[in-house]
């Protein structure tokens, strides 16, 4: 029986807690450092390091920015912890033949296609569109709402935001992220951000640019 630790305490611990009850979690810890601990119904929040680990065998990030999870999933390897079996809410549907890697969560009313694969972490939130075929990296975090079409391919540590479109056939590279709302129509390259509809491209830090 895995004994799992939730590393985070705010609303997405909230969220899991919600779906898959308080009975599935050994405990939550929260990173001084990163968050604030919200309410956690039912588990017991811990900041020190040494004793959240010493009940856990096993962990899932409860966390949506992509930097907490890296940081966070870095931990937990180095203290010997393992990524969790998948959790699936009952309501959504994997295909049979769509695979999920360890420390992967589905939300609610999520559909998963036939021939996908989401990588290790990967957090499908509520209301998620997998097509067919569509492959995700590790750490890949898909927000409410948003549809991912057939053949996709997202690098790791991508976050692509609530109600976001992508279209069939394109690839994000790594470390992409994609806001709310963005209709992605073209493939990108590494670190992009994009934003819209049709998506362009913001330069990081910079003024909106037409890519
Ligand atoms: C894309 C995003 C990460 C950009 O954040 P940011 O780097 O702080 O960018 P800024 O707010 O400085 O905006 C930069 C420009 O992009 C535009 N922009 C930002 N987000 C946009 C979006 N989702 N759609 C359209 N335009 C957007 C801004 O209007 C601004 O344009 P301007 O320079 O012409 O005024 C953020 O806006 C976003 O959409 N995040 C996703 C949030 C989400 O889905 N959360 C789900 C909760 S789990």
């Given at each position: 029986?895995?004994?799992?630790l939730?590393l985070?305490?705010g609303?997405l611990?909230a969220?899991?807690?919600?779906?898959?009850?308080a009975?599935?979690?050994?405990?939550?810890?929260?990173?001084p450092?990163?968050?604030?601990a919200t309410?956690v119904d039912?588990v017991?929040i811990q900041s020190d390091?040494?004793?959240?680990?010493s009940?856990a065998?096993?962990?899932?990030?409860a966390?949506?920015s992509?930097?907490?999870?890296?940081?966070a999933?870095a931990q937990a390897?180095?203290?010997g912890?393992h990524p969790?079996?998948p959790?699936?809410s009952?309501?959504s549907?994997?295909a049979?033949t769509?695979?999920l890697?360890p420390g992967g969560v589905?939300g609610?009313f999520?559909a998963?296609?036939p021939?996908?694969?989401?990588?290790?972490?990967?957090?499908?939130?509520h209301?998620?569109?997998l097509g067919?075929?569509?492959?995700?990296?590790?750490?890949?975090v898909?927000?409410?709402?948003?549809a991912?079409?057939?053949?996709?391919k997202?690098?790791s540590?991508?976050?692509?935001?609530?109600?976001?479109v992508?279209?069939?056939?394109?690839?994000?590279g790594?470390?992409?992220?994609?806001?709310?709302?963005a209709?992605c129509?073209r493939?990108a390259?590494?670190?992009?951000?994009?934003v819209g509809?049709?998506?362009?491209r913001?330069?990081?830090g910079?003024?909106?640019?037409a890519?």
């Amino acid at each position: 029986m895995e004994k799992v630790l939730l590393l985070g305490a705010g609303a997405l611990a909230a969220d899991l807690i919600d779906l898959f009850g308080a009975a599935a979690f050994v405990g939550a810890y929260v990173d001084p450092a990163f968050q604030r601990a919200t309410h956690v119904d039912g588990v017991t929040i811990q900041s020190d390091w040494a004793s959240a680990v010493s009940a856990a065998s096993h962990y899932v990030l409860a966390s949506s920015s992509i930097e907490h999870r890296a940081r966070a999933s870095a931990q937990a390897e180095r203290a010997g912890l393992h990524p969790a079996s998948p959790m699936v809410s009952p309501t959504s549907r994997l295909a049979r033949t769509a695979k999920l890697a360890p420390g992967g969560v589905v939300g609610h009313f999520c559909a998963v296609g036939p021939a996908t694969s989401v990588g290790m972490h990967g957090l499908l939130m509520h209301g998620v569109v997998l097509g067919h075929d569509a492959v995700l990296g590790d750490n890949v975090v898909v927000c409410a709402g948003a549809a991912i079409a057939g053949y996709v391919k997202i690098g790791s540590g991508s976050f692509i935001g609530t109600l976001a479109v992508l279209a069939p056939n394109i690839e994000l590279g790594r470390d992409c992220v994609v806001g709310a709302g963005a209709a992605c129509l073209r493939s990108a390259p590494h670190r992009s951000l994009l934003v819209g509809n049709p998506a362009r491209r913001l330069p990081v830090g910079g003024a909106p640019d037409a890519g």
